[in-house]
């Protein structure tokens, strides 16, 4: 093992036991120490589900990119282990990016991740991205020599080599490797590449799979590419994007498409793109197929561009999403977080049809750790409107309201305790027919609203303290509501 690893692991067992009680989300995963962004090398493997992650341990901002990683049985309740992998060597001593995972025909498993090397004195901040292989046996991951495997040599012509990364690896049915990875093109476009194997260790170029040609952003990032309930879903995650009307905010957007993938002569033809999630916090996801077939997908909770303006300082900073199962219908993808949750139910409270109007507060339903669903019927009358409120006490609240008439819900963190001048608020559009069906997955410092079933989904991360622990309800031309709330348990609280 090389000494920058052992350092970190030492670094890693030392600090964890520094953190404060309470300074962890509550049920989603935040890393060991220091700082985490993107979800790494999602998988199963050797009976329990791998999660790594993007990995700075020295501190709560963004750092030389090491591999955390993480283990778990039921998708929630996580254990660490020793970081996985960490900038050491000549060809990524810039940082182990982005990458995935998969088992080999020996039962190893083969992690391929984008290794930096930074261009000295750079005014632009550029490095080198190639694509490397580690192999390991779900601890222990050593570094293959025949790296890097893909580097600027195998682009397309025009393909820019500082801007190459993120692979989803996978394997055919055939037995021969397929790998996509993000890249910019000559006229500052996004494409995702394809790239071949035979046996998972040589690769080639194969094709570019898809062009954004000048739409969503200059960039994508973070790849992944499967087959769902008849569909070929590509999800990406695009930079510097455009406003645009109650789809995708300006900055940084993951987004899906569906589409038909043709294997023969390995052609994508898209059908729609969306975003994939309507709230300001959310980024570069990955998926996994479970044993039991579902399409299980996991997100970095937070906003590149405002990851760093937050004014509440943690020594660990950064989570993920709650683990999303996936499905299409009528050609939309939805997220429903995993049905592993309900092990972690407590203290239920339900009210069936309850008449709502001033502003009121239910008797057990209170608290930071929630899973409340929720029903609003309301007629679709100008100038009504049902809200939401939630993380609040005199001060503070984060609120979600409904306006039935023109078919919009709004998530709004303005008076959640942000100090910053940054986007607080998103809406996203649903049905004008007065019925809302919102689930609420409400932590120390996030909330995940699923909307109509997770037809869309809205997540923020919010700073508000943790002592803001009201809930109440109130609608504009009066509504009626059936809500069943259930107290969350933290993964390491015993019931
Ligand atoms: C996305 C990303 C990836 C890259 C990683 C670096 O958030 O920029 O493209 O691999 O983060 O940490």
């Known amino acids: ?53 993007q990995y700075h341990p020295y501190g709560p901002q963004w750092g030389p990119m090491h591999w955390g990683h993480a283990v778990s049985k039921d998708l929630i309740r996580w254990q660490y282990k020793p970081a996985a992998l960490a900038p050491d060597t000549p060809y990524d001593e810039g940082g182990c990016f982005s990458g995935t995972a998969e088992t080999l025909p020996d039962g190893r498993q083969l992690l391929m991740y984008t290794s930096v090397v930074w261009l000295p004195d750079d005014p632009d901040h550029r490095g080198f991205q190639t694509q490397s292989l580690a192999v390991g046996d779900g601890e222990n991951y050593s570094k293959y020599e025949g790296n890097p495997v893909l580097t600027a040599e195998d682009l397309p012509k025009g393909g820019n080599p500082y801007e190459f990364r993120d692979p989803k690896i ?91 993938y043709d294997r023969e002569s390995e052609s994508y033809r898209e059908e729609v793109v969306r975003p994939m999630d309507y709230g300001i916090d959310f980024y570069a996801p990955q998926t996994l197929e479970a044993p039991d077939g579902r399409r299980i997908l996991i997100g970095w909770m937070q906003n ?119 986007i607080r608020h998103r809406d996203a559009k649903v049905s004008t027919d007065g019925v809302l069906k919102i689930r609420l997955l409400l932590d120390r410092y996030s ?29 504009e031309g009066g509504a009626t509501m059936d809500i069943r709330k259930y107290r969350l348990r933290s993964g390491d609280e015993q019931k």
Request: glycine share 8%; proline share 4%; net charge negative.
């Open 170 to 260: 996978w394997q055919e049915e055939d037995g021969t490797w397929r790998a996509i990875a993000a890249n910019q093109n000559e006229t500052e476009g996004a494409q995702m590449l394809l790239f071949r194997s035979r046996d998972g260790w040589s690769w080639e170029f194969a094709k570019t799979l898809v062009r954004n040609d000048h739409r969503l952003g200059t960039m994508w990032e973070c790849p992944d590419f499967f087959r769902l309930d008849g569909k070929q879903v590509l999800i990406g995650s695009a930079m510097n994007m455009l406003e645009d009307d109650r789809e995708f905010h300006s900055g940084n957007n993951s987004f899906y498409m569906t589409g038909e």
């Open 304 to 422: 590149p561009d405002t990851a760093n303006q937050r004014t509440v300082s943690n020594p660990v900073f950064g989570q993920m999403t709650i683990p999303r199962e996936l499905s299409i219908r009528d050609g939309k993808l939805y997220q429903q977080p995993v049905r592993e949750i309900a092990e972690y139910h407590d203290d239920m409270a339900e009210y069936q049809g309850v008449t709502i109007e001033e502003e009121t507060s239910l008797p057990g339903v209170s608290g930071r750790q929630v899973d409340l669903d929720c029903t609003v019927y309301m007629e679709p009358r100008k100038g009504n409107r049902f809200t939401m409120r939630f993380a609040k006490d005199a001060d503070f609240y984060t609120e979600l309201s409904y306006f039935p008439e023109e078919g919009i819900v709004r998530l709004d963190r303005k008076f959640s305790g942000q100090r910053r001048a940054i």
């Open 447 to 475: 909330v995940e609203a699923f909307v109509n079933e997770g037809e869309k989904v809205m997540t923020m991360t919010l700073e508000t303290r943790l002592s803001a622990e009201e809930i109440t309800f109130a609608a």
């Open 1 to 53: 093992m090389s000494q920058i690893l052992e350092k970190a692991r030492e670094y890693e067992l030392q600090q964890e036991k520094t953190v404060p009680p309470g300074t962890r989300p509550g049920y989603h995963f935040s890393p060991r120490v220091g700082w985490l962004n993107d979800p790494n090398g999602f998988s199963w493997y050797k009976g329990q589900f791998h999660l790594f992650y």
